[in-house]
């Protein structure tokens, strides 16, 4: 048997390498304002295109991903994520970017739940290996701006080109792994049991829930350390590293407890353990000192995240694509949705109003989880 990174490494990096181009969009879109001169409401109408893009047709690629094999499909969305945000610094006009990273998030919408689906085959019962196909996408998301933001200063909007060709060439790739390892993907596309949509329904809302916590905090915690913190710029940014940071470790931990507690209880363990970490961290008036309790809200919220997608399957084992557009698409960015909210209470309370507006959140989680059940066995 091999170990569960072995079986995952090629899904954990292509789904890094999708993910990437997520994590790239938030990087560039200032650099279209200095270097374009477009204007904040316009700069902000590129942060949605990408967003629309990956979050509404991640269900119809579910759907698709459960009938047909379609074993180019989740090729293909890299490739287009690629290209997309690639070629968006190198189009002339503002509506052409607005297509290309449209055309970039319709890429990540249709790699999730074919992905999702072909690596729970290769995970099979193991949350520890699952949680390295998610962790994929917290490093891509992660690394982009470090990696994006020295060429976009050096070379300006047009250095989005430069991610085109691994894009292609990573697209290429996994094309090819798809038609060697999964000869035998059409037998496995259904798989046998009872769909429990009731279920999927209530893990569906935890999920909404953490997303709308993890959009949040990544949004305003920055913000936090320098208005109500006193931190200076590069402190906020420090912050803002640790809980991503945490998030990888945070997924990565949650799939290895999850192996020895169970799925659902290794969900509302992530939930209950939310609540006492956002009052510590928001009760520390220490800059410094608050540095690694951000860092444990980076950690506590994702421990259910690669549990949740995992989970999420087996409450639709007929349907694994459909579940991993969900759990992966919808259910994630619909935390998006809910910033303009917290961006009118911080205009009038600040970040700290924000954050603590949150805190109600993870109450409802835990809340919701207790009706979470342990699946029945289920044949693959």
């Known amino acids: 048997m091999h170990s569960p990174f072995r079986r995952m490494w090629v899904w954990a990096s292509t789904h890094a390498v999708d993910d990437f181009f997520q994590g790239l969009v938030p990087a560039a879109v200032p650099y279209f304002v200095l270097d374009r001169g477009f204007s904040y409401v316009e700069a902000s109408g590129l942060a949605l295109a990408a967003t629309l893009g990956s979050a509404l047709p991640q269900l119809l690629f579910g759907v698709v991903a459960d009938r047909r094999p379609v074993l180019w499909m989740a090729p293909l969305g890299v490739g287009l994520a690629g290209v997309g945000a690639g070629m968006a610094g190198l189009v002339p006009s503002y509506p052409l970017v607005f297509l290309m990273l449209v055309l970039s998030g319709i890429g990540v919408a249709m790699f999730h739940p074919p992905a999702g689906r072909d690596a729970r085959q290769a995970a099979g019962d193991s949350a520890t290996a699952m949680s390295y196909f998610a962790v994929g996408g917290s490093i891509g998301f992660f690394v982009a701006p470090a990696i994006a933001t020295p060429a976009l200063d050096s070379l300006g909007i047009g250095a989005t080109g430069l991610f085109l060709p691994p894009a292609v060439l990573v697209a290429f790739v996994l094309l090819r792994y798809q038609r060697r390892a999964f000869v035998a993907q059409r037998s496995a596309v259904r798989r046998e049991g009872t769909n429990r949509p009731g279920l999927f329904a209530a893990l569906t809302c935890v999920e909404i829930v953490r997303s709308i916590v993890s959009f949040g905090v990544n949004t305003f915690i920055a913000l936090y350390w320098i208005d109500s913190l ?151």
């Open 230 to 380: 006193g931190a200076s710029g590069s402190l906020g940014g420090v912050a803002l590293t640790l809980v991503l940071g945490g998030g990888v470790m945070g997924t990565l931990l949650g799939g290895r407890i999850a192996d020895r507690i169970g799925l659902v209880r290794t969900v509302q363990l992530g939930n209950a353990l939310l609540l006492p970490a956002m009052i510590a961290l928001l009760a520390c008036p220490d800059k410094y000192a608050a540095l690694p309790l951000v860092a444990l809200v980076g950690i506590v919220t994702n421990i259910p995240f690669a549990v949740l997608i995992k989970l999420g399957q087996d409450y639709l084992p007929t349907r694994p694509g459909t579940a991993a557009g969900v759990t992966l698409g919808l259910a994630v960015s619909a935390g998006g949705l809910f910033m303009p909210v917290l961006g009118v209470i911080a205009d009038h309370n600040g970040p700290r109003g924000a954050l603590i507006t949150l805190v109600a959140f993870p109450i409802v989680a835990v809340a919701v989880s207790i009706l979470l059940r342990t699946p029945e066995p289920s044949a693959s």
